[in-house]
């Protein structure tokens, strides 16, 4: 069921995104809240792909805030850190039930984190892409981008037709996502992350940044050439992204589109 991923360098199989500008990032979450909102009222029993970090949380608020039964939707999230104990506030299992399972009301039986704490990595991963494909895949995947361009943890020289896997962190991800730890010390080393191959199979990608920080990784996602170099740049060749931005991270785009 998983779409293949173009080679790097390849003749652009994608067509031009829709992008959405909010004024603020509560404003941005509203909007990208509608996109997941569509989806599910078409289908309740939609598979999402989970993201974490700062910039969907107005999208999780927002749609916790709508009229809609989650019960039936499944989660799959991008991403899970190595060395944190079960129930470590940072882990984005507990991110994801905190932010995510219990405001919408989900299944926890419907929602997957991929599990660090076993030691056979490899092939827990393989399994992780074996359950979205009999889930029937993604419906929409939400995603970040960092600021070197790393979609779920998949950091600069990432191969396009890379699979669910463990992925040692670059120094700049890990001081970005200092500020959620007491030290720069504590923020782990490695991480297991859906491949971008796994990425690419959801049937639509939404995309969502916020801030003056995020304004050239957006313009380089979208516009810049794509490279394994730069991951984010894979979102190019993919047939269906919605990109929702606030007006600071919209700067660098000129003209867009705004709801």
Known sequence: MTRGVPEAGAAGAGRSPRILVG????HAGRLAAGVVLSTVRANPAAVLGLATGSSPLPLYAALADAAVDFSRVSGFALDE?????????????????????EPLGLDPRRVHVPDPHGTDHAGHAAEYDAAIDAAGGVDVQILGVGSNGHIGFNEPGSAFDSRTRVVALAERTRQDNARFFDTPDQVPRECLTQGIATIFGARHLLLIAHGAQKAEPVRRALHGPVTEDF????IQRHPRVTVVLDEAAATLLGRTSAE
């Open 23 to 26: 004024a603020d990032a509560q």
């Open 81 to 101: 850190y190595l060395g944190l104990p079960d129930g470590h506030p940072q882990s984005y299992a507990e991110v994801i039930r905190t932010a995510v399972t």
């Open 231 to 234: 991951p984010a740049s894979i």
